[in-house]
């Protein structure tokens, strides 16, 4: 065999693998390529670093740590994966906390591509990958989030992939879930900023369109109080009378909002709902369970990834290993990384452009932990469906449960598990 041929053949054999990584994968969770690795070590062997733009801190510190666990997961697998297929790549993560500051999300993706990072897991907010997005431009860095949804940074031609469906999806499942419980006017409580302004705009319309009426309190972000602002919402909630909701779209300062307003006497008599920014947010369950309770369990909506076998066996992995599910953005970070990884193998080269270039078309061959992944125009995940999870007490705790899910199709919300 040639030495044109043995390449054409590992590339080949690589193509066969991407298609059938749904069975590698669940091959993994059961001990396949069981074969000890020693990472960037042996003759020929290319170690590749990743960058991880994680909050580990800030306002999304408990969806931070899932990440980095599922992240870590699957640069494990992608190792055993590149041995058992003959690659001379290997893969590893370095991790940044960038607290949910813009500024040292930026910063961050600037030392880490001093070491000669050119592909990035997040950042996980709108604001920090609007901040990124022009260094990652300039310089050619591949920038794919698992979470950022801000419906600003659909924009084709540039660096940022986002494996999260944009917020014209995700407003149009919230106005429909709140219009069909029956209320006719809603209260938007938001930060001032590109992702949840934007959410608010994709709500708004939606929710007028089904004959609704909205009004909105905006926040700035970085704001540590909030009594003006849950003032504001009361003086409009007597305003627009019965059949009222409020829509919290915050991160995890939002707590401070929910515990404000369960002390209300008028806030505290209507029905709350929430977004992706705190649906599963375990700081929340823990520090303002009862509150959200009392609000009616705070309903709300994160994209979620149709059900698959090799969901199901990384579910019950991670559950094992850290002692709960891992979210919809999680699973979305074990994916991107597979992507990268593939990519780089594919190409035979650690290069952003080619990356960028080469990633949507290995998507379209890749069927992951949330299934086939299919890129539009601007690179983000074409729609997608959403669960809608509620804070619910069982015992004394307060855990969340998914209580319905919107079909995109079919512009319907059902029960879960109906």
């Known amino acids: 065999m040639t030495e044109s041929s043995r390449t054409l053949w590992k590339k080949g054999r690589i193509i066969y693998v991407v298609v059938l990584i749904a069975t590698l994968a669940a091959g993994f969770a ?15 062997v290319t170690t590749i670093k990743i960058g991880a733009l994680l909050p580990l801190s800030g306002d999304l510190a408990s969806f931070g740590a899932r990440n980095r666990n599922a992240i870590q997961l699957a640069i494990e697998d992608v190792n055993r994966f590149a041995e058992g297929v003959g690659s001379r790549f290997r893969f590893q993560v370095l991790f940044e906390d960038t607290g949910t500051d813009p500024e040292a999300a930026r ?6 591509a001093a070491q000669g990072v050119k592909a990035f897991i997040g950042p996980m907010s709108s604001r920090e990958v609007s901040q990124v997005k022009p260094f990652a431009d300039a310089n050619k860095l591949l920038v794919v989030s698992q979470s950022s949804t801000a419906v600003a940074l659909a924009i084709p031609g540039d660096y940022v992939f986002r494996v999260v469906p944009p917020d014209s999806y995700q407003g149009k499942a919230l106005a429909k879930y709140i219009y069909t419980r029956g209320f006719k006017n809603a209260i938007v409580i938001y930060r001032n900023d590109a992702w949840g302004k934007g959410l608010f705009e994709s709500f708004k ?9 909205v009004e909105e309190v ?30 919290l779209v915050s991160f995890e300062e939002g707590i401070q909002i929910i515990k404000l307003a369960a002390g209300n006497p008028v806030l505290s008599q209507l029905k709350w709902f929430g977004t992706d920014g705190l649906a599963r947010s375990s700081k929340l369950a823990s520090e ?28 019950a992995r991670f559950r094992q290993l850290y002692g709960e599910d891992p979210d919809s953005y999680s699973m979305n970070s074990y994916d991107a990384v597979w992507l990268i990884a593939l990519s780089i193998m594919l190409t035979g080269d650690y290069d952003g452009e080619k ?28 729609a997608g469906d ?19 899910v919107y079909s995109i199709d079919t512009d319907a919300v059902k029960p879960a598990g109906s």
Do not use: C, H
């Open 288 to 315: 303002a369970g009862p509150e959200a309770f009392m609000l009616g369990g705070l309903p709300s909506t994160v994209y979620v990834p149709s059900t698959n076998p090799v969901q199901e066996a990384f579910k």
């Open 205 to 213: 319309s939606n929710f007028e369109a089904l004959g609704g009426k």
């Open 30 to 44: 059961a001990g396949y390529f069981s074969r000890s690795l020693a990472a960037g070590g042996g003759q020929g």
């Open 107 to 112: 910063s961050r993706m600037e030392a880490l």
């Open 386 to 404: 959403y669960g809608i999870f509620q804070l619910v007490k069982e015992g004394n705790d307060y855990v969340w449960r998914l209580v319905a």
């Open 218 to 247: 905006a926040y700035d972000v970085g704001a540590k109080e909030f009594s003006a602002e849950v003032s504001r919402a009361a003086t409009l909630a007597q305003q627009l009378g019965p059949g009222t909701a409020v829509l």
């Open 355 to 382: 990356l960028a270039q080469v990633l949507p078309m290995v998507a379209t061959r890749y069927y992951g932990v949330t299934g086939t992944i299919s890129f539009d125009e601007n690179g983000d995940r074409k």
